[in-house]
């Protein structure tokens, strides 16, 4: 993959991009968060690491200019941070994934091939999904219910794409959690019914049935809806 690797700590990232290149990744290095979203926008990384306080622009701000841009590259978060509130903050912004400092490199590695897994298109695979009035259409990565447009999250964004390639079938908090968050092993089960409801709201205008439906015990479920 072509990887994108935003760290002001020269010597990390040394370490960070000869790891990745070991394992045959083509990394482009910068050390300035300004920097850092000019190289991000030219929309040509399959993945972007970032740390999140970087010299002018941080992190989460460089995730937000990049959602805004309708990119579709993966975003990493590298942050000494790691309280719940802190996460929070890293997904909202639009990271894909958050990794807490010090970490191994074998996380690291493991969380970029899942975040590469997840946002590389296989030749098989369609560039829409559809059920019922949903689509999603994965090469230009927009939303939409009926002729209304879908303003989701990137997280939102996974939850809706794994519901809607599992619909129909009753999906446990645990399945959930292990495709939208994938390596994020400290996230609570708790974090699917949150964002669930944010889902719920984006999805469900005045007059219009719910199409996720809650398998008691279990999780969640997709079923086809119509305006």
Known sequence: MKI????DDQRL????ARVLRDEHHQVDVVHDGDTGLEHALRGIYEVAIIDWMLPGR????????VRAARLPTALLLLTARG??????VGFDSGADDYLVKPFAFEELLARVRALGRRFTLQPDDRDELRVGDLVLDLRHHTARRGARP????????NLLEYLMRNAGQALS?????DYVWSYEHDVQPQMVDVYIAYLRRKLNAPGERDPIVTVRGVG????ESRV
């Open 58 to 65: 941080d992190g989460p701000s460089i995730c937000r200019a």
């Open 83 to 88: 309280q719940i509130e802190d996460k929070m």
């Open 150 to 157: 879908l303003d989701l999250t990137p997280t939102e964004w």
């Open 13 to 16: 990232a040394r370490l960070i």
């Open 220 to 223: 969640y479920r997709l079923e």
């Open 4 to 7: 994108l690797l935003i760290e």
């Open 173 to 177: 908090r645990q399945q959930i959690l």
